[in-house]
């Protein structure tokens, strides 16, 4: 079955940068785009943006291009997020979800971000 | 960008009543996704390609729509069913969602 395992809580200084890791099983995990969506407490859902694993080829919310950076690892079927210059409007979960059914079919169980001094 | 909009923001429901969450696009899209998440947990695939049930979902569930205005319904209120839901698209980019509808149990 399809599997998203997400790194765990970060606790991370404003200024500072964190790397987010999804490590994918149960699929090939060149054949389907992965996405990354964050959720900041008590709001909606927002999305950052989207690699395709095969090539390395991303595209962007607007908004986070700056802040983001997607990359893959195909030998560890893992994706990776980077996020950078923190501060207190970062804190948020952040979830890696996997394309499917032409949309966000499966997802991680989210990764926890906490920007504070 | 689309911008999704849905109502009401929350909304309770008792046992056995019929329920209907709307979602509105600022542009025509070709489809709409629905989310449902429960606190603490992911969003999960709910209602796909406007009105194709995700696995496992209960056949009391229902969508339709098209164009600019599409609807999540429930036809028969279960308590399981209380969560938030949101509408998504990916007709154009930037992928967005709506704001989420909260639906309570009374």
């Known amino acids: 079955q399809v599997q998203l395992q997400q790194s765990g809580a970060e606790l991370v200084k404003p200024g500072a940068s964190v790397k987010l890791s999804c490590k994918a099983s149960?699929?090939?995990?060149?054949?389907?785009?992965m996405y990354w969506v964050k959720q900041r407490p008590g709001q909606g859902l927002e999305w950052i943006g989207e690699?395709?694993?095969?090539?390395?080829?991303?595209n962007f919310n607007e908004k986070f291009k700056i802040k983001a950076t997607l990359t893959v690892d195909k030998s560890s079927s893992t994706a990776y997020m980077q996020l950078s210059s923190l501060t207190s409007e970062d804190s948020a979960v952040y979830y890696c979800?996997?394309?499917?059914?032409?949309?966000?079919?499966?997802w991680g169980q989210g990764t926890l971000v906490t920007v504070s001094a | 960008q689309i911008v999704l909009t849905q109502s009401p923001a929350i909304m309770s429901a008792s046992p056995g009543e019929k329920v209907t969450i709307t979602c509105s696009a600022s542009?025509?899209?070709?489809?709409m996704h629905w989310f449902q998440q429960k606190p603490g947990t992911s969003p999960k695939l709910w209602i796909y390609?406007?009105?194709k049930l995700a696995s496992g979902v209960p056949a009391r569930f229902s969508g339709s729509g098209s164009g600019t205005s599409y609807s999540l319904t429930i036809s028969r209120m279960e308590a399981e069913d209380a969560a938030t839901y949101y509408c998504?698209?990916?007709?154009?980019?930037?992928?967005?969602f709506g704001a989420g509808t909260k639906l309570e149990l009374k």
């Open positions: 979800t996997r394309s499917g059914y032409g949309t966000f079919a499966y």
């Open positions: 690699i395709n694993p095969s090539n390395g080829d991303t």
């Open positions: 149960g699929y090939t995990f060149t054949t389907y785009y």
């Open positions: 390609s406007t009105s």
């Open positions: 998504q698209q990916r007709s154009s980019y930037p992928l967005t």
């Open positions: 542009s025509s899209v070709s489809y």
